[in-house]
């Protein structure tokens, strides 16, 4: 069975880093063709891919967040790491990670972690 | 600019068949936009319904099915019950990109 579980902080102060982690069971990220993802959605508003990362520790980001996005992997810990730099009140979300096998097929979700920016 | 495309509400009555669309900005979605298609309901994980256009996971409700349809990636529900009740969310593959569109509300009523 397939499980993620996102952990982080709750309450982030704007100018801060987000470092979030995606700790997971049940498939290795170093099989061919797994990857895990980070998503968000704002309140109220659509999901926002932001980055992935493969077995092959190939990396792909948002295009209007890379700057501030660094996706990593610790395939000892089956956790993948997502760090955000200057956060703002916009980056208020719930933030998900997912998986994916044969390299465009989502799988399963974790149940999200939510994430405010404020002061 | 929005790059993916879905209505933002649809209703539907019980029994009945409805058809989601997603849409791209630079033309018509092939099969190779991998078009996935997800559900999302309050204070649940999200649930992926659809991979690669029209193929199903082990738990997909046989009343969902993808497809393209006018240059579009669809996803339709035929028998639609109460609880697909749900937003749900198409995603799109830009070459090592991947895009979500706006997300349809469908109503059950």
């Known amino acids: 069975q397939i499980t993620l579980k996102e952990s982080g902080p709750t309450l982030v102060k704007p100018t801060q880093p987000l470092t979030l982690t995606c700790t997971f069971s049940?498939?290795?990220?170093?099989?061919?063709?797994?990857?895990v993802g980070w998503i968000r959605q704002p309140p109220g508003k659509a999901l926002e891919c932001l980055a992935l990362?493969?077995?092959?520790?190939?990396?792909r980001y948002s295009p209007s967040l890379k700057n501030r996005l660094t996706i990593t992997k610790d395939t000892s810990k089956n956790q993948v790491v997502l760090t955000m730099t200057n956060v703002d009140p916009v980056d208020t979300a719930t933030y998900y990670c997912a998986v994916l096998s044969g390299s465009h097929i989502f799988h399963s979700w974790g149940q999200g972690t939510l994430v405010t920016v404020s002061s | 600019q929005t790059v993916v495309t879905q209505e933002p509400s649809l209703t539907v009555s019980p029994g009945g068949t409805v058809t989601l669309t997603c849409a791209s900005i630079t033309g018509a979605v092939t099969s190779g936009f991998y078009p996935n298609w997800f559900q999302l309901k309050p204070g649940q994980a999200p649930r992926a319904l659809i991979y690669s256009t029209r193929n199903k996971h082990s738990w997909t409700p046989a009343r969902f099915s993808g497809s393209l349809l006018g240059g579009k990636a669809a996803l339709t529900v035929s028998g639609v019950q109460p609880e697909d009740e749900a937003e749900y969310y198409c995603l799109l593959y830009y070459g090592g990109s991947w895009v979500f569109g706006g997300g349809t509300k469908l109503t059950v009523l």
């Open positions: 990362i493969y077995w092959d520790d190939d990396k």
């Open positions: 049940g498939f290795s990220l170093t099989t061919t063709a797994v990857g």
